[in-house]
Each structure stands twice: as C-alpha cells, then as structure tokens.
C-alpha cells in the first residue's frame, strides 16, 4: 500500500485544519479512509464496538491536493483504512495556517505511521524549513472494512437549513450549563425552537423564516411529550431530544466557512446534521435521540 498528498494553497489547508481539529473534539479516535477520489474521515461512538458512525466527513482530494497518489491492496480492494488518533493529527495540523505547503504519506518506521512533512516560513530570513510529524497509525484489515461504510439512514421527517452556527452554538451552551438535553423542534413552516425544561426552569429559543428542504408529514403525534403552541399544526411539527453536549460540538464548525448546514429529523429517533462548504466538503454528524 502506497499513499502521498500535497497541498500547497493557504485556503484548503486551514479548512483541512479546522475539519481535523472538529473531529477530535467529537472523538479520540478515527479512521480515516483513502480512495481514488475523496478522503473520508469516519468517527463511531467510544468504546462500543462497530456501530454505525457518528460522524461522516468526505474531503474531495482534486479540490485540496496539488499531487495526489495511492495504491491500495489490489485492483479490486483500492481502498486504504487508517486507524488513529485524531488529536495527534489536530495538534500536528495546527501550524497549518501559517505553513507554505503541507505533504502526507504513509511509511513504515517502528510502526505504520501517517507521516506530515509541514513546509513553514522562518522568521529571521527567506528560506524556510521543515517540521515532520510521524502519527502512529492501524491499518484495518480487509474483513473489517464494513463496519465503516456510510450509514444508512430512514428518509427523514423534515430537513430544514439552520441559521449560523456560532449563534445556535451561543444558545445550545447557555443551555449547557442548566441541562444536559436539549429538545430540537422544526416546523413545515420554517420554525426551528430549541427547548429545554428542569425543575427550575423551561426556556426556549426560536428562529424563524428558514428555508425547509424537505418534508415528510403529516407527522404522528399521539405519544408526544412536546407542548402544543398556540395556533400551531402539530401535524407539520417534529422533534428530537438529543444529548446537548455533542450538539455543541458539532457547532463548534462554525469555525469553517460553510455554505450551509441543514438539520433533518427523523421524529424523535434521529437528528442528521449536514454541513457543507464552497470546496464541496460534507460533515455529516448523526445524534440519536434520547426516548423516555
């Protein structure tokens, strides 16, 4: 298994950066899968065993490298799955925003190890030098590879697309500090309300006027723990309640200059959250929801 990528232009690297540095604060650990056409960066639950990812990010590798090659097992197995740790390659990737050029490959050293050849600028004349990062990695055999494809996913009840992050980040941390779940309402109409209730308090925020991709309705809601606002069709409503926590994080990508996110439901089982950018990258992150 051979694999090599440069990147030479400012703008693709720092979004590569930020990307990386999203994923660690989701999970420790990733696997990153190298094809012909995209790097995928694939994130499951901790400590759970193979399950459906968590996390899906595909990177198309014309739009970010200037040289790009592989070679996989055979004609047939193309593909190479690396396994590691994803704040070794954040904090390897953070001079990246200063760096002149930035080269990854595999190599064989005391271990497998992704290697990073990081081209800076110095400071004190016109040549410029070089930092290396070696990041121990596990190359997934082939009988595993299954256990990283895209999740498949039931055809959600509402897409809806979401005002700015860092403005839906502010809130959902504000609520943070009172609870741990937060309830994820959108309407047919264009609504999206973040909800949470303890014993001391019931706050909701609203947004209005957003633009509604799809919806599936109308929608059941004989078991629903939801109230009723006034003069609202419930039947055009759906909701999730999801831990809060990674809701924050996946927000914490509005660090990265998106295009637009959009956030499906799938009524109280799923939230699907789609991000994605000018350079056609997509993270998608599935957050489960939270039934009583």
């Known amino acids: 298994m051979k694999f090599r990528a440069v990147m030479i232009d400012a703008g693709p690297m720092r979004e590569f950066s930020n990307v990386v540095t999203i994923i660690s604060k989701l999970s420790k650990e990733c696997v990153l899968r190298l094809t012909d056409d995209h790097l ?20 198309p590798q014309a739009m970010f490298c200037s040289e790009y090659q592989m070679l996989g097992l055979d004609e047939e197995h193309k593909d190479i799955y690396l396994a ?44 410029t030098r070089q930092v290396t990062h070696d990041i121990p990695v596990t190359v ?21 697309e979401l005002p700015s992050l860092k403005q839906l980040r502010t809130t959902i941390d504000r609520m943070r500090t009172m609870t741990s779940e937060v309830v994820i309402r959108a ?3 264009g609504r999206l309300t973040l909800q949470i209730k303890t014993d001391m308090a019931k706050v909701s925020t609203r947004f209005k006027g957003l633009r509604v991709e799809a919806f599936g309705g109308p929608i059941d809601h004989s078991d629903s723990e939801t ?30 200059a998106t295009n637009r996110t959009v956030c499906s439901i799938v009524h109280r089982k799923l939230v699907i959250l789609c991000l994605t950018t000018d350079e056609n990258v997509k993270l998608q992150c599935f957050i489960g929801g939270i039934v009583y």
């Open 40 to 59: 995928y960066f694939i994130v499951s639950e901790e400590n759970s065993g193979p399950t459906p990812p968590i996390l899906w990010c595909e990177i």
């Open 140 to 160: 997934i055999p082939r009988k595993l590879w299954t256990d990283y494809h895209e999740p498949r996913i039931p055809d959600p009840d509402i897409s809806i």
């Open 187 to 189: 309407s047919a109409e």
């Open 227 to 256: 109230e009723t606002q006034m003069n609202e069709d419930m039947s055009r409503v759906c909701y999730c309640r999801v831990d809060a926590k990674k809701l924050s994080m996946f927000l914490s990508a509005d660090q990265i």
């Open 84 to 127: 590691f740790s994803s704040g070794n390659l954040a904090r390897s990737l953070v001079t990246l925003k200063t760096a002149k050029s930035l080269k990854m490959k595999l190599t064989k050293k005391q271990c497998p190890c992704l290697t990073l050849e990081i081209e800076m600028p110095s400071t004190t004349s016109q040549q």
